[in-house]
């Protein structure tokens, strides 16, 4: 007897698989579950600096009172809300798609929305952000516009995206930097020198041998050779902790730490609008949603696409499940002052491992958890040994080149636009606008109005007010 399982082919009704194989469907997507634990585990080792990361830039930014957040207690609430929601994810979408704090709408709130307001007015507008975006997916929204973009766009989101994974994987690790006169240069100053460098460069071989050699787990394998090697020059060579950016590779004092939840529900849902004023609190909501709805648009296409879980329509089962995750990740970021919480790109890493369900998202949120009160051991990890998941996966989405129909000049100039522009902007937002307004109006030049469709037309609109609110905000003196 067979079924039709939402995944789409037929398969077989086996009474004899286990109820976590048929709730997560782990045989009809071809995996097991060794394979989503080592998944999970890589996604989490390959976004586990955003534990240190986020209480950086928020911690490092101070709002209009001049009042900072607490660093611990940003720690607790980033690891909190990115393992909560990543479990709901993995149990709800069913997807192997991992969230944490944005570092696009991190940014937002530390350097546009805090110095015209209090981080719980802040904090606020995240909420509102999520609520907005979850508005979208149940009226449809949200959906209508995955499915308005084009083929050949959706390919180059995916790929603009690799091009952008394996630029913030080169740049946490040291690789490149940006030089004097120049846009980017080889590590610090035009060169590559030094022990943390090194490890990167022999983390990247090991398991670029191991990928080329088809070996189960090769990522995975290359950020613990990278991890152990930086232990050892770690303590034989004496470097400065700061050497190693995000994390620092010797043992730690202490294994456990005490959470601290005292930012938990530090939020003011209406105060930025008198803070701020109307005008500015609505510029950087907009900005928020924006950023939001169209980096984890990008992402989540590249995801499904990496394993292999869209049709060829580019859909994805169970997609207003996860669209609406997506939101609800916002919302759990402002409730818990860590900044919204959305999927993020480094789940390529454990789709690249073999991941394709839910169970994989359990895992890596799990872990989240468990690094509230490890944060200490999770904190060995160097920004160069998870840096080498960021750059293969990277490489191995760009490798979706090919399925972009190149000799059409109205398909290749935006998606090289979408491409390019993700690494150049070092923002996902940023090339997808561009590819949308660029092939509207080439295609429609070219008499071809009735294919691009008229939500292509809205979303053009909304772009060009993106690209040009900054002007429109000077002439209006706002």
């Not at 607790?76 to 944490?100: D, E, F, K, Q, W």
């Not at 329509?313 to 919480?341: F, H, K, W």
């Not at 129909?405 to 636009?417: E, N, R």
Request: aromatic residues 8%; negative net charge.
């Amino acid at each position: 007897m067979t079924k039709l399982d939402e995944t789409g082919p037929q398969v077989r009704d086996r009474s004899d698989r286990s109820w976590l194989d048929r709730f997560f469907f782990i045989s009809e997507r071809g995996s097991g579950i060794g394979r989503e634990v080592r998944g999970g585990l890589t996604t989490f080792m390959a976004m586990a600096y955003i534990i240190v990361l986020n209480p950086i830039i928020l911690g490092g930014a101070t709002d209009i009172n001049g009042d900072s957040l607490n660093a611990a207690q940003l720690t607790t609430m980033t690891a909190l809300s990115a393992g909560i929601v990543t479990i709901l994810m993995g149990v709800i979408g069913r997807a192997p798609i991992a969230l944490a704090a944005a570092l696009g709408v991190m940014a937002v709130v530390a350097y546009q929305a805090v110095p015209l307001m209090t981080w719980p007015e802040a904090m606020g507008l995240v909420v509102w952000q999520g609520i907005i975006i979850i508005l979208m997916v149940v009226t449809g929204i949200r959906t209508a516009v995955m499915n308005a973009l084009p083929h050949d766009l959706k390919v180059a989101i995916g790929v603009g995206i690799g091009l952008f994974v394996a630029l913030i994987g080169l740049d946490n690790a040291g690789f490149l930097s940006a030089g004097d006169g120049k846009l980017l240069q080889l590590g610090a100053d035009g060169h590559l020198s030094g022990w943390p460098i090194t490890v990167f460069i022999i983390g990247l071989l090991v398991s670029g041998v191991l990928l080329a050699r088809r070996v189960s787990g090769a990522i995975f394998y290359g950020i613990i050779t990278a991890t152990v090697i930086a232990v050892v020059v770690h303590q034989v060579f004496g470097l400065e902790p700061g050497a190693w950016g995000g994390g620092v590779p010797e043992p730690p004092d202490q294994l456990l730490v005490a959470p601290d939840f005292g930012l938990l529900l530090q939020v003011d849902m209406f105060g930025a609008w008198s803070s701020a004023g109307v005008a500015s609190a609505g510029v950087i909501l907009f900005t928020l949603v924006l950023a939001g709805f169209f980096d984890a648009l990008g992402t989540i296409l590249a995801v499904g696409d990496k394993a292999g879980l869209t049709d060829r329509n580019g859909q994805m089962p169970r997609t207003n499940e996860i669209l609406a995750m997506d939101g609800v990740g916002a919302v759990s970021g402002g409730l818990t002052s860590s900044s919204a919480t959305l999927v993020f790109v480094e789940s390529t890493a454990g789709v690249t491992e073999g991941a394709r369900t839910g169970l994989a998202s359990v895992v890596t949120g799990g872990l989240f958890l468990v690094a509230i009160l490890f944060a200490p051991v999770f904190g060995m990890v160097p920004a160069q040994a998870a840096s080498v998941a960021l750059v293969l996966v990277g490489a191995m989405m760009m490798m979706g080149v090919g399925r972009i129909g190149w000799d059409d000049i109205t398909v290749a100039i935006p998606a090289f636009l979408t491409i390019s522009l993700m690494a150049f902007t070092f923002d996902i937002a940023n090339g997808i606008g561009a590819g949308i307004v660029v092939y509207t109006v080439l295609r429609s030049a070219v008499g071809r109005h009735r294919e691009v469709g008229w939500l292509m037309w809205v979303l053009t609109g909304v772009f060009a007010v993106h690209f040009g609110i900054t002007g429109v905000e000077h002439l209006l003196g706002v």
